[in-house]
């Protein structure tokens, strides 16, 4: 498996030939953090794609729908063989939430991932 690199804005990486692809466990975090960034109904050539954050953040939201969702994407991902943990860390202050995972994929096991959303 081969993606294109992303900055840390998020956006694709250019001008550094090969170095600008990620490959085997890397692209699979790449595509897992992607896809948890991603809303559902979104994207117009699969509107599956994505996770429904609208609908899990509707009062009253709960964060075991939540879990749900987020363990769903993952294990749907290319490459993602099983979900360990899945753990969500709130902060009321900020607004934001950060997702904490451990999967094991296809080239190595016991990957490890937090991201905030």
């Given at each position: ?55 899990n ?16 994407s ?24 950060t ?19």
């Open positions: 498996m081969r993606v294109r690199r992303l900055d840390t804005k998020g956006d694709w990486t250019f001008g550094q030939s090969r170095a600008n692809y990620a490959t085997e466990s890397e692209a699979i975090a790449q595509n897992v953090i992607t896809r948890l960034r991603s809303f559902q109904g979104d994207w117009f050539l699969n509107l599956d794609h994505g996770l429904p954050w609208f609908q953040l509707e009062k009253p939201a709960s964060q075991t729908r939540l879990k749900q969702s987020i363990k769903k993952v294990i749907e991902t290319a490459g993602v063989t099983v979900v360990t943990s899945t753990e969500l860390l709130f902060d009321e202050d900020t607004r934001k939430v997702v904490y995972i451990t999967y094991d994929d296809i080239y190595t096991q016991n990957n490890q991932l937090s991201s905030p959303l």
